[in-house]
């Protein structure tokens, strides 16, 4: 029932008409290039601050109602864009857009493992972690096909109740899903389970265990190349694609993510040294497809792409392996705080050298990944055999 819920969840979460077209809207509105520039800046910013309150509200209360209250901030945000398009709606509206993908991020990994472990089968994270992931990148495919459509039917306003109803639907799947808990071990089990208790809780865990500690610094630096995609039509434009074959010629490339995150559960066991291997041969394809600087060259970054998927499902996964305490999506939201300041890295790096610096960035991502994984975790999960 979880699995079947959260697969239906994944699709439909990214399945927002508004996703290829929302930049589109605030140029049409007046917005320069510089403004529109700065409402990312409101998102990032706002997904900083909520990223780790929004985790210790959903260990403290409840992982899948933090999903479904993300999904309706969301929700909430295209009905500001739609019904009120203008500076101050699309701030507002991105504000809530980074509450509602920070109320998703841990809580999606922590209600999972949990899940899994609650049935006696937390091996099979990995592999489900990776179906999941592949269906939100797939469903790019289906929201550009939407957006089209929608668009040439009734433009904007129609493309943004569509995606109202999207972000409703997605809230009411979450809503739904079955959540399990382990339960309390050791000190955990002493004295209420307050706000604050599961914010100490889960920041002992992530800053102060070495395994975790490390395994949360060089996912949160794998995590960050992810940033490459909003680029991806800049390559394909600077590499000699038509703009009007920009859509076209990139849609292949999360195509190939997903293949990737489908694959990471075949890669589970691998060791360590050779996923490092992987993950550095991706990245030396995506360096010989900046030399070569052609639409040909969009081929080395989908292998780079599914290539980096697949050790990025992997290594989330090792995080989740070495939680032991019950703050779980608290500890996952240190993953995703680290993921949006190292995006800055990200950022600067491609508007220093676009392509090489950005190799040469992952080339170091690449040698510190082993440094922060090596670390094992004991054998046996706190609470895992109770739970079983």
Do not use: K
């Amino acid at each position: 029932m979880l699995l079947r819920r959260l697969r239906v969840w994944a699709l439909l979460s990214d399945t927002v008409p508004f996703y290829p077209l929302y930049a589109l809207l605030f140029a049409d509105t007046g917005l320069s290039d510089a403004g529109i520039s700065w409402l990312f800046v409101v998102w990032s910013v706002t997904s900083v601050l909520a990223e780790v309150p929004s985790g210790v509200l959903a260990d403290r209360f409840s992982r899948r109602g933090a999903m479904a209250l993300g999904g309706l901030a969301q929700a909430a945000g295209c009905v500001l864009w739609t019904a009120w398009p203008g500076a101050l709606a699309f701030a507002l509206g991105f504000v809530l857009w980074g509450c509602g993908g920070a109320l998703v991020f841990g809580s999606l990994e922590a209600l999972l493992h949990d899940g899994l472990t609650a049935a006696g089968q937390p091996e099979r994270f990995g592999r489900v972690y990776g179906q999941l992931d592949a269906l939100q990148l797939a469903a790019n495919v289906p929201a550009a096909v939407a957006a089209t459509t929608l668009f040439g039917l009734g433009g904007f306003a129609l493309v943004g109740w569509a995606s109202v109803g999207v972000c409703v639907a997605s809230a009411l799947v979450a809503a739904r899903l079955p959540e399990r808990r382990l339960p309390p071990d050791g000190d955990e089990a002493d004295g209420p389970a307050t706000y604050l208790a599961t914010l100490r809780s889960g920041a002992a865990e992530a800053l102060r265990n070495p395994a975790v500690r490390g395994a949360v610094v060089a996912v949160a630096l794998l995590s960050s190349l992810d940033a490459l995609e909003e680029y991806f039509g800049l390559l394909a434009l600077d590499w000699g694609v038509p703009t009007q074959w920009v859509p076209l010629a990139v849609v292949g490339i999360p195509l190939a993510g997903a293949l990737g995150s489908v694959s990471a559960g075949r890669l589970a066991s691998w060791r360590l040294s050779t996923l490092t291997g992987l993950f550095g041969a991706a990245v030396a394809v995506f360096g010989v497809a900046g030399l070569l600087a052609t639409p040909v060259g969009l081929f080395g970054v989908a292998v780079f792409y599914a290539g980096y998927r697949a050790v990025l499902v992997v290594a989330n996964a090792r995080v989740q392996e070495r939680v032991r305490g019950r703050a779980r999506a608290t500890v996952t939201s240190f993953v995703g705080l680290g993921t949006e300041l190292a995006c800055l890295l990200v950022y600067g790096a491609w508007a220093v050298g676009q392509t090489p610096a950005f190799t040469v960035l992952a080339l170091l991502v690449a040698v510190a990944l082993p440094l922060g994984l090596r670390r094992r975790p004991s054998a046996t999960p706190r609470g895992l055999t109770t739970a079983a």
